[in-house]
């Protein structure tokens, strides 16, 4: 069982910068792949990052892709999304996301993922 909390969001301006954190539970999180997904109103779920575990590689939504980074601690059980030049369009709830041994690669499909954090809110103002 892996438990995982999601925090940094909140309000902030178009072209601002953001970092969540997600901490999870466990001692086995390095085998765990991490992604990142968002949901906005009334949209479906949508993939935003995954790092994989093992050689850690990285996906990134072609939405995102030069302005967010994500990152792992596996000393720290941490997951980071760093999120730089912030639109309008980002708003959503930003969802942390656990899949234990998910091939490289397919990190990017939300059903390969078994645990889910609550979420944490991210606006960003025009």
């Known amino acids: 069982q892996v438990q995982l909390a999601e925090s940094g969001g909140g309000l902030v301006q178009a072209g601002g910068s953001l970092r969540l954190s997600c901490a999870a539970s466990?001692?086995?999180?390095?085998?765990?792949?991490m992604g990142w997904f968002r949901q906005a109103p009334r949209k479906e779920r949508e993939f935003v990052a995954a790092?994989?575990?093992?050689?850690?590689?990285?996906d990134y939504a072609d939405s995102v892709k030069g302005r967010f980074t994500i990152s792992r601690d596996n000393a720290k059980n941490t997951v980071y999304l760093q999120m730089n030049s912030l639109k309008p369009e980002d708003t959503a709830v930003y969802y942390c996301?656990?899949?234990?041994?998910?091939?490289?690669?397919?990190?990017?499909?939300?059903?390969?993922?078994?645990?889910w954090g609550q979420g944490t809110q991210v606006t960003v103002s025009s």
């Open positions: 996301a656990a899949g234990y041994k998910t091939p490289p690669g397919r990190g990017t499909n939300k059903d390969e993922y078994t645990y």
């Open positions: 466990g001692r086995t999180f390095s085998s765990y792949a």
């Open positions: 790092v994989s575990w093992g050689a850690g590689r990285t």
